[in-house]
T-cell receptor, first 115, second 117 residues
Framework: DAKTTQPPSMDCAEGRAANLPCNHS???????VYWYRQIHSQGPQYIIH???NNETNEMASLIITEDRKSSTLILPHATLRDTAVYYC????????????????FGQGTRLTINP | GAVVSQHPSWVICKSGTSVKIECRSL??????MFWYRQFPKQSLMLMAT?????????EQGVEKDKFLINHASLTLSTLTVTSAHPEDSSFYIC?????????????FGPGTRLTVT
């Protein structure tokens, strides 16, 4: 799986948009970009994933550059409850190859939302 | 959404004893489950991948005889830490994979905090 690079920490004001960058310059054509977050002492929570098109769901938006070498997770209106460590992971996501698509976590970005 | 539970949520045991942690997928069948370990201020480290009805595949450096994994049904996987020692104290998190359209999504349990005294 391709390696990702994220800033170790970021701050954002409550109510503003939080933009979390991720570099994945060695991503392969069949690898998806996944985002998870982990609130302190809890299991990771799935946020969103995409292949090459931008994606949006009720939690966030994912913007993937045209060359797919980087992406940005956008939390449109950050709240205090969004304070967490955010992980950007790339892996083969589709298909029915059992056991192959394990999620390997990097160090992530510690996002702090300030009141 | 898909829910994964773990039991117990925390456990304290004495050095040399064994501890079993259960992971259940509550509203879906999981043919594949994953076990992770997380030390304080560190990221999650994948320990092993288990497929229902077959032996688990362990990551490099993880002792299979110390961390016994059983995935006997489509909704239950167990991790047994045998002869636990203080250095095994950690946050253990399981994850289960569910089909979602053409992709497979992975959902995580709330974690089990193990303290070995």
């Amino acid at each position: 799986d391709a390696k990702t690079t994220q800033p170790p920490s970021m701050d954002c004001a409550e109510g503003r948009a939080a933009n979390l960058p991720c570099n994945h310059s060695t991503i392969s054509g069949n690898e998806y970009v996944y985002w998870y977050r982990q609130i302190h002492s809890q299991g990771p929570q799935y946020i969103i994933h995409g292949l090459k098109n931008n994606e949006t769901n009720e939690m966030a938006s994912l913007i993937i550059t045209e060359d797919r070498k980087s992406s940005t997770l956008i939390l449109p209106h950050a709240t205090l409850r969004d304070t967490a460590v955010y992980y950007c992971i790339v892996r083969v996501g589709s298909g029915r190859i059992q056991g192959a698509q394990k999620l390997v976590f990097g160090q992530g970005t510690r996002l702090t939302i300030n009141p | 959404g898909a829910v994964v539970s773990q039991h117990p949520s925390w456990v304290i045991c004495k050095s040399g004893t064994s501890v079993k942690i259960e992971c259940r997928s509550l509203d879906f069948q999981a043919t594949t489950m994953f076990w992770y370990r997380q030390f304080p201020k560190q990221s999650l480290m994948l320990m092993a991948t288990s497929n229902e009805g077959s032996k688990a595949t362990y990551e490099q450096g993880v002792e299979k005889d110390k961390f016994l994994i059983n995935h006997a049904s489509l909704t239950l996987s167990t991790l047994t830490v045998t002869s636990a020692h203080p250095e095994d104290s950690s946050f253990y998190i399981c994850s289960a994979r569910a089909a979602s359209g053409s992709t497979y999504e992975q959902y995580f349990g709330p974690g089990t905090r193990l303290t070995v005294t």
